[in-house]
């Protein structure tokens, strides 16, 4: 059985987990938690997650299958801030680099590949931007740091 947890099933919450043979985490870490410039405490509030899933020694492997930031493909803003391409890179370094700290996290799938239309409503303007291409499927930069991880991945 596989189990997609979103960011409610919190590890000490949790009532199916030891079901599962696969975990499937859905987390925005530093976008609906935590984003703009609390990106540094979305790490940290990752981590403890993280570390509370390590301390339960599931030995099961753990796939992230959302995890993503909605991004307009034409914005670039130095410092970086929501919305940006710039933050877009930051929050999936970020990912990444707390990925790899779990030998569990067995997987990635960032949410989405491309943008896409949704209903209207406050908030998105004219779609989900969470995508690493735009609507036309031209690469926004996020495209080139994925390409880079997977090519580095063994």
Not at 64 to 88: C, N, R, V
Not at 122 to 135: E, S, T
Request: glycine share 6%.
């Amino acid at each position: 059985m596989t189990g997609a947890f979103e960011k409610n099933s919190q590890p000490e919450l949790c009532k199916c987990y030891q079901l599962c043979d696969f975990i499937c985490l859905n987390r925005y870490y530093g976008w609906y938690i935590k984003g703009g410039p609390e990106l540094v405490d979305a790490r940290e509030a990752f981590l403890i997650e993280m570390n509370k899933w390590k301390d339960k020694n599931l030995n099961i492997p753990f796939v992230f299958t959302e995890f993503g930031t909605d991004t307009m493909a034409a914005e670039h803003k130095l410092p970086s801030i929501m919305w940006s391409q710039e933050y877009q890179n930051e929050y999936l370094d970020m990912n990444f680099e707390i990925f790899d700290q779990y030998d569990f996290v067995q997987g990635e799938l960032v949410w989405n590949f491309a943008d896409f239309q949704t209903t209207e409503g406050i908030m998105r303007v004219n779609g989900n931007k969470k995508g690493i291409f735009n609507r036309v499927r031209q690469p926004k930069s996020a495209a080139f740091v994925l390409k880079k991880r997977w090519e580095s991945l063994d």
